[in-house]
Every structure is written in C-alpha cells, then in structure tokens.
C-alpha cells in the first residue's frame, strides 16, 4: 500500500477515506480535520486559555498534543478517581505525557479532597460506576474552568464516542439529550464553554495518532466500563462500519448538519433554568437539583454526602468482566 | 510469530506468514477497533507479516463517553 499523498509506503489504511497515509500525510489529515472542527464549529481562538479534560488515555492525551502542536495554550486536569490500580497507572501516564512536553497538569483527587472514589460512589449511591464517574467529572472539570479562569474546556470525545451516544439516544428517542449532543456547548450562568475538537475522527485514527507520535498512553480499558452499553453500541457501528466504511461519520456528521439544526429551539429550552446549589454554590441544573432541608442541593454535593460516608470499596467488588477477559479465561480454560 | 493481545495482554503463537486483514480475520478481531502493530511501528492490512516478526494487536476502542 502506498500513501495517497507522495506515494511512499503506507503505515495505515483508512477505508472511510478510501486512502492510505505515510506517518507524514497521516499527522497532517489529523491536524486538518482538527482545524477544521475547531473552525467550523467557532470551539476557540488562539487567545483563549484552554483546560483539557485528562485521563491518561489515547483521545485526551491525543488532544491535548494536537492543541499544543497547533498552538494553542493549554492545560491539562487529572481528576484521581480512585479506580485501583487503573487510577494509579493512568495518572502515570497524565504526569509523564506533561512533564516530558513542559505543560501544566492539575490533579483533583476524589479520596484525598473529598473522601469518595468511584467503586465507593458506585456502591453507596447505587449508580452505575461510570454515572457516578461522569457526575463527578463533569462538576470538576467545570469547577476548575472556573476557578482557574479558563475560556474553554476540552474533551476527547472522538466520533466513534459521538457516534455511540447519538445511536443510544436515537434508540430511546431521547429528544432533549439528542437536542444538546452538539460538539460546542455554549458557556452559560456558572457553566463553562466545553467543546470536542476530535468529532472529527475515529478512535482507531485517534490511537494510531498516539503510536506515531510515540505518545504512551493507558491501553487497558477502564475496569468499571467493562461490558458497559456503550461499548455494545462502539461495537455495533463498528460492525456496520467495517461493511460500509463513512457510516460512522455520515451518521454523526449528518446528523450534525441536517438534523441538529431543527432541534435547535429544543436545545435553548432550560438553558436559563439553573440556581446555586446551596453547599458549594455551583450552578445547578433543574434536572439535577434536589431540596434537603428545605435547600438546593446539586447532584454532585448529594453524591459526595452519601459517598464519603461509606466504607470504602474495592474495585472488584463493583466490576464485571469484559467480554474480552471472558474470552481470554475460554482460552485458559479449553487448553 | 508471537503475537500480543490486550485487555487482557497474553500471548500466543502463530504458524506462519499472514497479512495484516488475515491475521485479523483468523483471531476474529474487527479491523475497525484494532491496530496492529510490527516491531513496534504500525502497518496496513495488506502488509505481510513474517513468522519471526513480534506483533502487538492494540484495541483502540475505549469505554468513556
């Protein structure tokens, strides 16, 4: 296989384009299809202060090296989410990713600042461990934005990510959720602006991205996510893919252009209805607030409340085996 | 060849020349949620591999959303 672009051997073939790429040729499709959603969907400038949203894995340790590779001015969180030695490895990966490039990190940790971790929320609340995950991501990442006056937070989701959600919320015809699955969301009364400049390419491009650039990342997944539904959606579109390569991005880039566009006036609607949690003062959505004693509490303080308050929890104790874990003991077991 | 799998990451043996999309095929692998890579640099699925090559097949998709 030779490369589209200067005919020289391809390192990978990408069927959605029909086409292959030298390391060069490939970096730069990157670069382009980065400019490009960061253009056209207005995410940033080159003056704005930038947060990343990290985790030690391939998508926000891609993104944060493609914003700085383009220029941009940015720092990285890590929030310790307290997930075993998935939690351990991964900071590792976040530390040493920004101490080789000269960036910033911020570490939050669950545990030490606020007496929880994931397994513990996961068990205390009764929650999925990723509900309670992503809760507490999202009030600490915008916390920080805030705090740290930041214009804008970036996130790595990439298209396989929206791709999947978009196919969970067209399942349930989930009209509000499909309504706000835009790759800009607008900062708006304590909120900040979260943008997603990776809608435009894969996770397959997304790790390929990590391996030429020699970028070591967390490859093991996350043992909470494990057989997660997502993932049963991840892999249905890949099936689909693979038949018919662009499916992915003609679904969620279609839907971009031609479908969010009429679900615009959904979209606006609640986005003024929010009020001041009463124990940490964030702005509190109607859909997450709740009354104790007679007081607006946010979910996130709610979650804290219960989380802290309970024993901690091993991992274990909360995770299910992967179908790939499961299949791998079928090996062990059929030799 | 040897071959290295993850999530779990275990090891197994192949006999063998292979192409990349072959190799693939055979351990019922999809193209799309995987890059393989040979002697530590990627390759495409037409690329032939050889029976002394040491190849790593990294799943790329990831949980969170």
Same mark, same amino acid.
């Given at each position: 296989?030779?490369?589209?672009?200067?005919?020289?051997?391809?390192?990978?073939?990408?069927?959605?384009?029909?086409?292959?790429?030298?390391?060069?040729?490939?970096?730069?499709?990157?670069?382009?299809?980065?400019? &490009?959603?960061?253009?056209?969907?207005?995410?940033?400038?080159?003056?704005?202060?930038?947060?990343?949203?990290?985790?030690?894995? &391939?998508?926000?340790?891609?993104?944060?090296?493609?914003?700085?590779?383009?220029?941009?001015?940015?720092?990285?969180?890590?929030?310790?989410?307290?997930?075993?030695?998935?939690?351990? #490895?991964?900071?590792?990966?976040?530390?040493?990713?920004?101490?080789?490039? @000269?960036?910033?990190?911020?570490?939050?940790?669950?545990?030490?600042?606020?007496?929880?971790?994931?397994?513990?929320?996961?068990?205390?609340?009764?929650?999925?461990?990723?509900?309670?995950?992503?809760?507490?991501?999202?009030?600490?990442?915008?916390?920080?934005?805030?705090?740290? @006056?930041?214009?804008?937070?970036?996130?790595?989701?990439?298209?396989?990510?929206?791709?999947?959600?978009?196919?969970?919320?067209?399942?349930?015809?989930?009209? #509000?959720?499909?309504?706000?699955?835009?790759?800009?969301?607008?900062?708006?009364?304590?909120?900040?602006?979260?943008?997603?400049?990776?809608?435009?390419?894969?996770?397959?491009?997304?790790?390929?991205?990590?391996?030429?650039?020699?970028?070591?990342?967390?490859?093991?997944?996350?043992?909470?996510?494990?057989?997660?539904?997502?993932?049963?959606?991840?892999?249905?579109?890949?099936?689909?893919?693979?038949?018919?390569?662009?499916? &992915?991005?003609?679904?969620?880039?279609?839907?971009?252009?031609?479908?969010?566009?009429?679900?615009?006036?959904?979209?606006?609607?609640?986005?003024?209805?929010?009020?001041?949690?009463?124990?940490?003062?964030?702005?509190?959505?109607?859909?997450?607030?709740?009354?104790?004693?007679?007081?607006?509490?946010? +979910?996130?303080?709610?979650?804290?409340?219960?989380?802290?308050?309970?024993?901690?929890?091993?991992?274990?104790?909360?995770?299910? &085996?992967?179908?790939?874990?499961?299949?791998?003991?079928?090996?062990? #077991? +059929?030799? | 060849?040897?071959?290295?799998? !993850?999530? =779990? !990451?275990?090891? %197994?043996? %192949?006999?063998?020349? !292979?192409?990349?999309?072959?190799?693939?095929?055979?351990?019922?692998?999809? !193209?799309?949620?995987?890059?393989? %890579?040979?002697?530590?640099?990627?390759? =495409?699925?037409?690329?032939?591999?050889?029976?002394?090559?040491?190849?790593?097949?990294? =799943?790329? %998709?990831?949980?969170?959303?």
């Amino acid at each position: 296989m030779k490369c589209r672009t200067c005919r020289e051997p391809a390192i990978i073939d990408l069927p959605r384009h029909n086409a292959n790429f030298c390391a060069e040729h490939f970096l730069q499709l990157c670069r382009r299809q980065v400019a &490009k959603a960061i253009h056209d969907h207005e995410m940033f400038t080159a003056s704005d202060r930038i947060l990343v949203a990290v985790s030690g894995g &391939k998508d926000s340790l891609a993104v944060w090296d493609l914003l700085v590779d383009l220029g941009y001015r940015a720092d990285g969180l890590y929030i310790a989410l307290g997930i075993g030695e998935y939690s351990d #490895e991964s900071r590792g990966y976040a530390e040493r990713f920004a101490a080789e490039r @000269g960036l910033v990190l911020n570490v939050v940790s669950l545990r030490e600042e606020y007496g929880y971790d994931v397994p513990t929320a996961a068990k205390a609340t009764g929650r999925v461990p990723c509900s309670a995950c992503g809760m507490s991501k999202r009030h600490l990442f915008d916390k920080a934005a805030l705090d740290g @006056g930041y214009d804008v937070v970036v996130t790595g989701h990439n298209l396989d990510d929206e791709a999947a959600v978009l196919f969970g919320n067209a399942l349930r015809w989930d009209v #509000e959720y499909l309504a706000r699955q835009l790759p800009v969301l607008p900062a708006r009364h304590g909120f900040p602006r979260k943008v997603k400049p990776l809608i435009r390419l894969t996770e397959r491009e997304m790790a390929a991205w990590c391996v030429v650039r020699g970028i070591d990342y967390i490859i093991e997944e996350c043992p909470m996510a494990a057989g997660n539904r997502h993932l049963g959606y991840k892999e249905a579109l890949n099936s689909l893919e693979e038949k018919s390569p662009g499916t &992915k991005a003609s679904y969620y880039l279609g839907f971009l252009d031609r479908m969010a566009p009429l679900l615009a006036d959904l979209a606006a609607t609640g986005a003024d209805s929010v009020r001041p949690c009463a124990r940490c003062g964030a702005a509190t959505g109607v859909a997450d607030e709740h009354a104790v004693d007679g007081e607006i509490v946010c +979910a996130f303080c709610r979650l804290v409340e219960r989380s802290a308050a309970h024993a901690p929890v091993s991992v274990d104790l909360v995770r299910k &085996k992967s179908r790939a874990e499961r299949r791998a003991t079928m090996e062990v #077991e +059929a030799r | 060849m040897k071959v290295i799998l !993850r999530n =779990p !990451r275990r090891e %197994i043996v %192949i006999d063998g020349r !292979r192409r990349v999309h072959a190799l693939l095929a055979e351990l019922e692998l999809a !193209r799309e949620g995987h890059l393989v %890579i040979r002697n530590g640099t990627l390759v =495409p699925g037409d690329a032939e591999l050889d029976r002394d090559d040491v190849i790593e097949i990294r =799943p790329v %998709i990831s949980g969170g959303a």
